[in-house]
């Protein structure tokens, strides 16, 4: 559950500014579909080609998790591509509403967080993920540019410790390693 913007190959939203205004709250464009790819994009700045995300063997409806401050003419470029979005929040994310809403409209019970450093921690710091799967592989890079697998970043979450409780270990091929944790309770 997360986009970055490589997912849309960099491009900028082509937006209509004068788009007629857009009916207020969520907006379903398929309901019943047997996978979704759930893109956190509060404000509304990924440039989606299509409402279908086909990455290997992987075929998904694109659906949008916005907050308030995600422009009408972004809603109604969502719209015209048949992209479903859900509001999740007025000025931030509020991650209750968002995990309820793909829930109760959509009907998904299980979530894979996918995310970057900052929003696998904002999800774990609001008490919203149960297990943390990582794997090692026998590599590393040094760069200071290299993404971290937790960050705090303020305004999302805080610094606070989490405590996990390994659940499970394998070796897998060539030396990689799976851990699979439970987060404690905070």
């Known amino acids: 559950m997360t986009t970055d ?3 849309t190959f960099y491009e900028k939203p082509i937006l209509d500014e004068n788009a007629e205004l857009v009916p207020e709250g969520d907006f379903i464009a398929k309901p019943n579909e047997s996978m979704y790819y759930v893109s956190v994009d509060p404000s509304g700045k990924l440039g989606w080609k299509s409402c279908d995300l086909i990455y290997e063997d992987t075929h998904a ?4 998790v916005l907050t308030d401050k995600a422009s009408n003419s972004y809603k109604a470029f969502l719209r015209k591509l048949g992209i479903s979005y859900i509001i999740a929040g007025k000025d931030s994310l509020n991650y209750e509403i968002a995990l309820d809403k793909l829930k109760n409209l959509f009907g998904i019970e299980t979530l894979m967080l996918g995310g970057g450093g900052v929003l696998n921690w904002s999800f774990i710091q609001a008490g919203m993920c149960d297990e943390v799967s990582v794997v090692i ?11 971290s697998l937790f960050d705090t970043k303020e305004g999302l979450s805080d610094d606070r410790p989490v405590s996990f409780e390994l659940q499970n270990a394998e070796i897998k091929d060539k030396g990689t390693l799976w851990l699979r944790y439970l987060v404690k309770s905070i």
Do not use: K
Not at 61 to 64: A, D, F, R, S, T
């Open 5 to 7: 913007d490589n997912f």
């Open 61 to 64: 409806h694109v659906l949008e």
């Open 137 to 147: 592989a026998p590599a590393a890079d040094g760069s200071s540019e290299t993404p």
